[in-house]
Nanobody
Framework: QVQLVESGGGLVQAGGSLRLSCAAS????????MGWFRQAPGKEREFVAA????????WYADSVKGRFTISRDNAKNTVYLQMNSLKPENTAVYYC????????????????WGQGTQVTVSS
């Protein structure tokens, strides 16, 4: 059974940093694209960042470019999201997703999802 387990969320002041982790089990995702999405209350789930499995190519939402960095450790079957210069509007539940079959920007592309981790940024 495939599981994705996120960790690292919490409460942080604006301007602060957090590092999210997503540990996968049940299968190896070293050749699969993995991504991060977020969902704020009353809003749709939106793309944050993704990373390919083969060549390490990355994609970012415009709103996080230069502040967030996605990385992965295939030996640990884990993907990370380093978030710097956090803003109150970054408050959301952050979800890890694995094995994109199509565009990495689309929720519907991913086969597997974690349960999410709450990130709250206070002003």
């Amino acid at each position: 059974q495939v599981q994705l387990v996120e960790s690292g969320g919490g409460l942080v002041q604006a301007g602060g940093s957090l590092r999210l982790s997503c540990a996968a089990s049940g299968r190896t995702f070293s050749n699969a694209a993995m991504g991060w999405f977020r969902q704020a209350p009353g809003k749709e789930r939106e793309f944050v960042a993704a990373m390919s499995g083969n060549d390490g190519h990355t994609w970012y939402a415009d709103s996080v470019k230069g502040r967030f960095t996605i990385s992965r450790d295939n030996a640990k079957n884990t993907v990370y999201l380093q978030m710097n210069s956090l803003k109150p509007e970054n408050t959301a539940v952050y979800y890890c997703a694995a094995a994109a079959r199509d565009s990495v920007y689309l929720v519907s592309s991913y086969l597997y999802w974690g349960q999410g981790t709450q990130v709250t940024v206070s002003s």
